[in-house]
């Protein structure tokens, strides 16, 4: 099946500070989207973004199928972004996601 | 409010005791699913449904049952939870799953699970 790697695992950031998060996928895919799981659990949706670009106030991601990546970015972050941050894909033909392990993100203040 | 419910968000139970949580939507979603997280292993898909009636295996099905009989509720079973089975347990929720592109999934709070 698919292979789904993130990086980087880890990141610790002071508030303030930008950062990019990457997505790297096996397969050409028709489905990816990027979910922030806060501390207490909770997976939020940030982006849905098989192709392209797109910005939600401080974050933005890009994808690009071609080369089999996406790129999260996170700008002026704050102690809120703390978390892991997931991307999951889904290939042609597949009905079950794959979900890469996660960048788990600390913002100190 | 558009949202994914489950209950209970927290279970202590014992091994062989049957037990179900419940998913519920009400964004008339088509498609349903369940997951299940654990440390170092990530998100994975235990039952999907497609639809009323419609439902298939994920990744980890063993020792789960589901069932979609109705298009707002998608509840998993566990007919003789095992040690094995304690973990984090995530609905979701998909308008399609189809090419159209509306595969933007929406997640339920969680339930903690442990079975001793």
């Known amino acids: 099946g698919i292979q789904v790697e993130q990086s980087p695992p880890d990141l610790i950031l002071q508030e303030g500070a930008n950062s990019t998060l990457r997505c790297n996928f096996s397969d050409s895919v028709n489905n990816l989207q990027w979910f922030h799981q806060n501390p207490w659990g909770q997976l939020i949706n940030l982006f849905y973004i098989p192709s392209g670009t797109k910005q939600n106030g401080r974050l933005s991601a890009t994808t690009v199928a071609t080369e089999r990546y996406s790129l999260l970015y996170i700008s002026s972050s704050q102690t809120t972004d703390s978390g892991v941050y997931f991307c999951a894909v889904r290939s042609g033909g597949s009905y079950i996601p794959t979900f890469g392990r996660g960048t788990s993100l600390i913002v100190h203040p | 409010e558009a949202q994914v419910t489950q209950n209970p968000r927290y279970l202590i139970t014992v091994t062989g005791k049957k037990l179900t949580v419940t998913c519920s939507q009400n964004m008339n979603h088509e498609y349903m699913s369940w997951y299940r997280q654990d440390p170092g292993l990530g998100l994975r898909q235990i039952y999907y449904?497609?639809?009323?009636?419609?439902?298939d295996k994920g990744d980890v099905p063993e020792g789960y049952k589901v069932s979609r009989k109705e298009k707002r509720n998608f509840p998993l079973i566990l007919e003789s939870p095992s040690p094995n089975q304690t973990s984090l347990y995530f609905c979701?929720?998909?308008?399609?799953?189809?090419?159209?592109?509306?595969?933007?999934?929406?997640f339920g709070p969680g339930t903690r699970l442990t079975v001793t």
């Open positions: 979701a929720s998909s308008l399609d799953f189809g090419g159209s592109g509306t595969y933007e999934q929406y």
């Open positions: 449904s497609m639809n009323v009636e419609v439902t």
